[in-house]
């Protein structure tokens, strides 16, 4: 098992910047394909951003594309997501997520899940 913790949420004015962390403990970090989901009020969980075991191959969702960039570092057991240029649609709570089988945008197939945390972003 993976234990997942977020941090680095908080409010920002629109067309500011954030980075948030998703710390890991439990079993090998290097082990993991992570992922970042967010989810908005009354909206699905929706994908973001993924990043393989490596760190070499990245994935985006088209909403995100351009703006925000994930990033891992295996030495710390910590995957990042820093996100520029953020906008009141980018509001939501952002989960980080892992699972060994590979890359998926589809919330359901991630075992491990973060608490998540909260980004909002005001116009």
């Known amino acids: 098992q993976v234990q997942l913790v977020e941090s680095g949420g908080g409010l920002v004015q629109a067309g500011g910047s954030l980075r948030l962390s998703c710390a890991a403990s439990g079993r090998t970090f290097s082990q993991y394909y992570m992922t970042w989901f967010r989810q908005a009020p009354g909206k699905e969980r929706e994908f973001v951003a993924f990043i393989n075991r490596s760190g070499g191959s990245t994935y985006y969702g088209e909403s995100v594309k351009g703006r925000f960039t994930i990033s891992r570092d295996n030495a710390k057991n910590t995957v990042y997501l820093e996100m520029n240029s953020l906008n009141p649609d980018d509001t939501a709570v952002y989960y980080c997520?892992?699972?060994?089988?590979?890359?998926?945008?589809?919330?359901?197939?991630?075992?491990?899940w973060g608490q998540g945390t909260q980004v909002t972003v005001s116009s």
């Open positions: 997520a892992a699972d060994v089988g590979g890359f998926s945008h589809r919330a359901g197939d991630y075992d491990y």
